[in-house]
Structures are given as structure tokens and as C-alpha cells.
């Protein structure tokens, strides 16, 4: 209730405010046009307010509306003044009251005074009309007491300002009547006050003026120029009753048989003639009526032997109607005109290519529409045909054969006859006979080709196309259709038709089967093209089908073996230097040409810059000396990838042993499995059993050095092993043939007792003579233990595989 009776008291509060602020309004009326700096009253006095306090509080006048400001303020005498110039038609056009609100503002405190100015109107507008001149044309047969209305003049002005009325110059024929619109608008009316008589006088000039009613009073005028037309009262006279012309026919289009004319004593449009054929008929197709010129011309085809004689009837017509007429007749001369027409009676078509010469083929008809020698026709062939015309009874004629026709020479002939009338100039006229020549099976099929290549890549689809056969026979229809077939044969002691089929009626060859070219790389097949005739006749072609290779065999690694079985181990001397030879990978590819050649990259190794491989050869080498600080244990991933596109690969892994002697070698079991993280018991169990079994072998191996060192200080590794048949792909036949591998390798290790300086001779390469593949051991586990005096062999080496080729002193 509290922030109800806050809100009541500031309404009241802004009411009061408002109505201190807002005074009463001050009307003054002024007439318009007023000079800028007229006073208009003392608004001081009329609002009882202190001249001392207008400038002490800002006094101003402000338009209502923020538009114009027409006043201002004297502020040392209080007098408002006209400011801006006042125009009442501006401001309020044709409105009765125009009123404008100014308001007089007063600061310290705000003080508003309203101002209603209602301006008066002065006779400051002149009447006008909308038209300098004003045209009237009246015929001169209008009526006593006719009506034409005038245009209105305008005031700007208003009330008494404002049109009042008009007046007319006096004349003889016309009387001025002044009407009253709606709304109290004045406008005038001609009437006709005596007959007009376009003879007598064709155009008048009369002065309309139009006044207002104010003091002084203004005028305007206007100039009606009043225009007598004449009245039809004559009739179109043609200069002759009846026109005659004569016309060749044929004659060309546009050709001027004729002119008539006819001529009217009015004046004006009903002087102005109009010419026309008086009906419609085929005489308008054939001629032609210029409506002004009245000229006659040729328009359509004139003959002679389809009318000789033309009767038109003409009417001429003037502007307001009034009709004559008159007659027109064309006599049509004749001329030889007609060329002779010929007509095909019988045909034999066609006519079968072993028809025998002088056989009659066809009979034709000449026929000539002219009369006498106009109708004597001779007719005539051209030489180039085997035919020609016989004359029978009449104006017939036969068309007779004369020689051998063969329709794979030409099977068509467009036989052209001539006729030529014995008129003067004589005229001629020609047919065309198509005659076509039947066909007889007289042809066999002939190849394109006399051989047919295809080439397609192997493992491609069963019913891909390999190629096309083409055989073309000129016979026609069933002679001329040419059926395909694949004749009986056999490859690889297989039908062919297990190889190829070809379609009979298009001669496309395409696979039954998917060709491999490890197995089969060319064979040919014999097709066989036969028409349809009666009896039919055939010919053969050869078809060679050539097989590429595809990149379809993956590299195959023959050394080192698949990991699973087992895992190669090659040991390389701590003393070996940069470059030397550890290892090589051996791979082959079943397919030939660039998918054989073979690149070897390491893709993943325990130390990246210690070992690098061949990139062709897949030899293994060290890229630098070995130190102490290298890891005993170097596992390699090695990649073999072909050349093919897309290229296929295989990988490998290769695990070396960096040591001088057996004694230093670790648990080999190790290894295989250092990056095969499964599950962690397996690995606990593996590890015990590695180490106990590692430690006793390890003491074997020491105790057999050391007997070794007494006997042979030298110490040769082969890294050599034997290509085992089980590596061989099914289709690998020669290794060396590949260039993958061209000889075996043999890597010797001489070491010097107790010293890593000692002479290391690394590399050595033995060809098939000088060593043999029986004499390259792959040794496992127990081959160390005879070696090393029957150590027992663990579980877990016996996973692996070391090759030594022997050992001496040095």
C-alpha cells in the first residue's frame, strides 16, 4: 500500500507540473505573402509576460512540428515577426482554412506557449488554362444549337479568388454557355449558334478568357482555333466503264498488267480513294490490287491451259464510304509451255544379277500436254548404264538389258530418262528409275585380318573380351550374314573351347576360364567365319592369344626361414670392421620381368645405424666398427619388396650375436621372443627355465673353446646355409636364373686369441666349384654339442640354429 500512495502522489505531482508548464494558446490571422520582418502582434503583451525576462529566459520560437520555422521573436519589444515567406497555396492548395502552429518557448523555469497563425488568402493567382490553344473540328453539316465542350481554366486561389467565370469574343456562328461542376468549379461550352459552311470559311479563331473575382481582378485566355470540315457529298468517278489487257502466260510475278483510276470532287479524307476487288475469288490469288495506286500485277502462276480468260470487278471507295465501280478483263495468250511428262508403267525390281542381256526390265509412257509439234517427244538414255530404250506402239518405250550385271560391283543403278519436245524452244523434261540388282551366294566371308593378336593379363575375369574378328561378305542379306564358331582343337591337352568362345554373331573372342601366365603364356585358336546362303560358304583366321604377367606373386624369403619353426642366428665378431659382410637375405618371385626384381630394406633393427642391407643384392653389412657399447643381442626386420605395380612384399626377421666366441653368447631363447610381450606367466616360466638351462649350457660351451682354442685358435662362421627344397616356391626352377641369388656365400671370421685387433677377414664368396652345397652346414643344437665335445642340449636352444664351418689355428 505504501508503493500505491507514492505512485498516486507523483501522477498528481506530474499533472500539476504539466499543467504549469503548458499555458494557453494565441491565435493571430494574417493574409499570405506577408515581407520577411512583418509584425505580426506584441505576443509579450498578449501573454502578459516581462520584456526583461524573454532574453533573461532564452525566449524562442519553435515550429510545432520541427518542419519550417515562418516566425521569429523580437526579444526588445515582444513582437513576433514573419521570419520566412508564407504562401498559402504552398502550404494548404485549395483547403478553405490554413492554419500554421508555432510555439513560443521560455527556460528557467520551462514555459510553453502554442501559436495558431491562420493565414488568408490574397488574390495572388492568375486563372490559367492547361493548353495555349485549344482544336475543335466540326463538320460542316453539324446541327444548330451542338455542344462542344471547352477546357477548364484553373486558380490557385480560393472562395472569391478563385474562376468566376468566362467570356467569349464575339463571332457569327458561336454562343458561350458557363456550367458549374460539383464542388463549385466553373467551365464553359461552344454552342453552335448558326450553321457552318466549309465553302464559306474553313477555319476560325476565337479568344475564350477566364476571370476570377478578386480586387483587383485577374484574367487568362486561350485561343480556340475552330476547323469546318467538309461533308461527303461526292461520289469516286472511274475514268473508263470497263478496262480490257492482254497477258502473256507465265508472265513473272509482279508484272504490271494494268492501272485504273478514279477521282472524287471532295476534299480531304473524303477525297482520298480506296481501291479493292469487289469479291473474293481465285482471280485474288492469281492478281494483285494496289489500294492507292490502283495498279494490277501478277501475283500467282498465270496458264493458259487452266483459264485463258480473267473477268474482276473494281470498287472504289473514298474516306467516308462512298462507293463506284467498274469491270476488268485480262485475255490470258498461249505459249509452249508444257515440257513432255514421263510415266513409269511397269518395273521388274529387282532383277536377279545373272539375268541374261536384252531382257526387258521395264515399260514407260511419254505424254506431252501441246498441241502439234508441241506434242513430238524423243526420248533418250545416258551411255553409262548396262540398259537402254526400245520404242514399241505409240509413245511407249522398253528398257531392255544389255550386258552381264554382278551386284557386288554395283548393286543400284539410277537410271535417268530423258524427253525433249520438238516446240520452239523445245522443252524437256527427265525420270529417275531406281533399279536395284538381286542378290546370289557367290561369295565367301573374308577376314579383315589374315591373323588375329590378343594380349590379355593374367587372373583376368572369365568372360572378359580378349578381342574382335571381323569377316566381310558382299553378298546380300543371308548370303551376306556372317556367322562365327571357334573350330575343335585342344590346348595343353585341353579343349579350347575350355579356353576362349567367340560370339557368333558379333566375332568377339572372349576367356572362359582365368589364365595364368606362370602356367601359360600363348596359345592360338582357329575361327571360322560362315555365311547363310544356300549352299553356305566359309574361310578361316588364325587368333594368337598372348599372356602377360602380373604382379601377382608375393617376394618369397628362402633364407632366413619363417619365423615359428625356427629362427636364424648368425654370430658377428666384436672386431668386425664398416662394410664388412654379416648375413644375406634370399628371396624369390614367381613372376618375370620388373614383378621379379627385387629391393631389400631394413624396416626395423635394435640399433638403426649399425647393420645396413643391399638394396638388390640383400646382403648384410655393418655400416660401422662395432664397440663395446653395442648391444650383444641385434635383431633386424628386413623387407623384400618387387617392382611390381602395385609392388607386394614379405618380411623376415634376422637375429645376430655380436660376440668372439660361443662362451660369450646369452640365452638364445631370448631373442625370438624380446618383442613378443604375452602374457606374463608364460614369460616367468620361460625365464626360469632359459636361465638355468642358459648357465649349464653356457659352462659347456666355455669348457669346449677352450679345448678348441688348444687344438684350432681359428674360428670360422659360414654364413652359408643350404636352400632346403621345402623355401623353393612350386613354380621356382633356377635360382640364378632370378638374379636374385648367382652363388653361395661364405662368411669367415679368423680371430687371434685374447685380442679384438686381431686380423678379421669378413667376406669371401665361393662359387658352386669351389664349394659345395653339401659342404655349407645348418647346424642345430646337437651338431654344437659333437662339435663341442656332446654338451646336452636346453629346450631352448634347441630352437634355434647357428652355422660354423670350422675351426683352426691360425
Known amino acids: ?83 520566412e515567406r508564407i504562401d498559402r497555396e504552398v502550404l494548404c492548395a485549395k483547403k478553405a482554412s490554413c492554419v500554421v502552429k508555432q510555439e513560443l518557448v521560455l527556460e528557467n523555469p520551462l514555459e510553453l506557449h502554442r501559436i495558431s497563425i491562420r493565414v488568408q488568402d490574397i488574390n495572388d493567382n492568375s486563372p490559367q488554362f492547361k493548353e495555349g490553344s485549344l482544336k475543335l473540328e466540326i463538320q460542316e453539316s453539324a446541327a444548330k444549337g451542338a455542344h462542344f465542350l471547352l477546357g477548364e481554366a484553373h486558380d490557385g486561389d480560393i472562395g472569391e479568388n478563385a474562376v468566376q467565370g468566362y467570356s467569349l469574343q464575339q463571332n457569327d456562328h458561336f454562343k458561350l454557355n458557363v456550367n458549374t461542376k460539383a464542388g463549385g468549379r466553373k467551365y464553359g461550352e461552344l454552342v453552335l449558334d448558326k ?31 475552330v476547323t469546318v470540315l467538309d461533308a461527303n457529298d461526292n461520289v469516286p468517278v472511274f475514268s473508263q466503264s470497263a478496262y480490257k489487257a492482254s497477258l502473256p502466260e507465265n508472265s513473272p510475278l509482279d508484272t504490271l498488267v494494268i492501272t485504273v483510276s478514279a477521282t472524287d470532287a471532295d476534299d480531304g479524307l473524303n477525297s482520298q480513294i480506296t481501291y479493292e476487288f469487289d469479291h473474293v475469288s481465285n482471280e485474288n490469288n492469281v492478281f494483285s490490287l494496289h489500294s492507292e495506286s490502283g495498279e494490277v500485277r501478277v501475283a500467282g502462276a498465270i496458264d493458259y491451259e487452266k ?14 464510304g462512298l462507293v463506284s ?85 554395283v548393286s543400284d543403278y539410277n537410271i535417268t530418262i530423258s524427253a525433249t519436245d520438238e516446240g520452239s524452244p523445245p522443252l524437256s523434261s527427265s525420270k529417275s528409275v531406281q ?60 579343349p579350347v573351347s575350355s579356353y576362349v568362345s567367340v560370339n557368333g554373331d558379333t566375332g568377339v573372342i572372349h576367356a572362359v576360364r582365368s589364365f595364368d601366365y606362370e602356367q601359360l603364356r600363348s596359345f592360338k585358336v582357329h575361327v571360322m567365319a560362315r555365311d547363310n546362303g544356300s549352299p553356305p560358304l566359309s574361310s578361316n583366321v588364325t587368333v594368337s592369344v598372348f599372356i602377360s604377367d602380373v604382379n601377382d606373386n608375393s617376394p618369397q624369403i628362402l633364407y632366413p626361414g619363417p619365423e615359428g619353426n625356427s629362427f636364424m642366428t648368425e654370430l658377428v665378431p666384436k672386431a668386425a670392421h664398416g662394410g664388412s659382410l654379416v648375413s644375406k637375405v634370399i628371396a624369390v618371385d614367381a613372376d618375370s620381368g620388373q614383378n621379379a626384381w627385387l629391393s631389400y630394406q631394413i624396416v626395423k633393427s635394435t640399433d638403426p645405424g649399425l647393420f645396413s642391407i643391399g638394396v638388390h643384392s640383400g646382403e648384410i653389412r655393418t655400416q660401422r666398427d662395432i664397440s663395446e ?124 686369441t685374447g685380442s679384438r685387433t686381431s686380423d678379421f677377414k669378413f667376406v669371401s664368396s665361393y662359387n658352386d666349384n669351389t664349394l659345395p652345397a653339401d659342404q655349407t652346414l645348418r647346424k642345430s643344437p646337437t651338431d654344437f654339442a659333437d662339435v663341442f665335445g656332446g654338451c646336452d642340449s636346453s629346450p631352448e636352444v634347441g630352437t634355434h640354429f647357428i652355422s660354423l664351418k670350422s675351426i683352426s689355428t691360425r
Open 629 to 752: 657399447s653395442d648391444s650383444i643381442k641385434q635383431n633386424l626386420v628386413v623387407s623384400v619388396k618387387d617392382n611390381g605395380q602395385p609392388s607386394l612384399s614379405a618380411t623376415c626377421s634376422m637375429y645376430l650375436l655380436i660376440s668372439d666366441n660361443l662362451a660369450e653368447v646369452p640365452e638364445l631363447k631370448d631373442m625370438s621372443y624380446d618383442e613378443k610381450n604375452s602374457k606374463l606367466t608364460s614369460y616367468l616360466i620361460i625365464a626360469l627355465v632359459s636361465v638355468s638351462t642358459f648357465f649349464l649350457t653356457f659352462i659347456i660351451i666355455i669348457l669346449g673353446v677352450r679345448f678348441c682354442r688348444r687344438r684350432k685358435p681359428r674360428l670360422l662362421f659360414d654364413g652359408a646355409v643350404a636352400i632346403p627344397s621345402a623355401y623353393l616356391p612350386p613354380n621356382y626352377a633356377d635360382v640364378d636364373g632370378t638374379g636374385t641369388l648367382r652363388s653361395t656365400y661364405n662368411y669367415d671370421a679368423y680371430l687371434t
Open 307 to 320: 483459264q485463258s480468260s480473267y473477268e474482276m470487278q473494281i470498287s472504289a471507295k473514298d474516306g467516308l
Open 195 to 225: 450553321e457552318l459552311d466549309r465553302e464559306d470559311k474553313k477555319e476560325m479563331m476565337l479568344l475564350l478568357t477566364a476571370f476570377d473575382g478578386g480586387s483587383p481582378r485577374r484574367s487568362g485566355t486561350v485561343v480556340i482555333h
Open 435 to 494: 533399279l536395284s540388282v538381286a542378290d546370289i551366294n557367290d561369295n565367301p566371308p573374308v577376314f579383315e585380318e589374315q591373323s588375329y593378336s590378343a594380349y590379355v593379363t593374367e587372373n583376368n575375369k572369365p568372360g572378359s573380351t580378349l578381342c574382335s574378328v571381323a569377316a566381310r561378305d558382299p553378298d546380300w542379306r543371308q548370303n551376306g550374314t556372317v556367322i562365327y564358331s571357334v573350330l575343335a582343337g585342344e590346348v595343353n591337352g585341353a
Open 1 to 83: 500500500m505504501g508503493y500505491g500512495r507514492f505512485s498516486l502522489l507523483s501522477g498528481l505531482a506530474f499533472v500539476f507540473l504539466v499543467l504549469h508548464l503548458v499555458h494557453g494558446d494565441v491565435s493571430y490571422s494574417i493574409p499570405e505573402e506577408m515581407k520577411s520582418g512583418s509584425v505580426i502582434g506584441n505576443i509579450a503583451k498578449d501573454l502578459g509576460l516581462d520584456l526583461g525576462s524573454l532574453s533573461a529566459r532564452n525566449a524562442r520560437i519553435d515550429s510545432e512540428d520541427n518542419n519550417v520555422q515562418y516566425c521569429g521573436i523580437n526579444l526588445s519589444t515582444g513582437d513576433l515577426i514573419v521570419q
Open 325 to 409: 465501280y467498274t469491270t476488268l478483263i485480262i485475255e490470258i495468250t498461249d505459249i509452249n509451255d508444257n515440257a513432255p511428262v514421263i510415266y513409269l508403267k511397269t518395273l521388274t525390281n529387282p532383277i536377279p544379277e545373272n539375268v541374261l542381256p536384252g531382257t526387258e526390265v521395264g515399260i514407260i509412257n511419254v505424254q506431252d500436254r501441246d498441241s502439234e509439234n508441241n506434242r513430238q517427244v524423243r526420248c533418250s538414255i545416258q551411255q553409262n548404264v548396262p540398259f537402254k530404250l526400245v520404242p514399241s506402239i505409240k509413245n511407249y518405250y522398253s528398257l531392255v538389258s544389255t550386258g552381264q550385271l554382278d551386284r557386288e560391283v
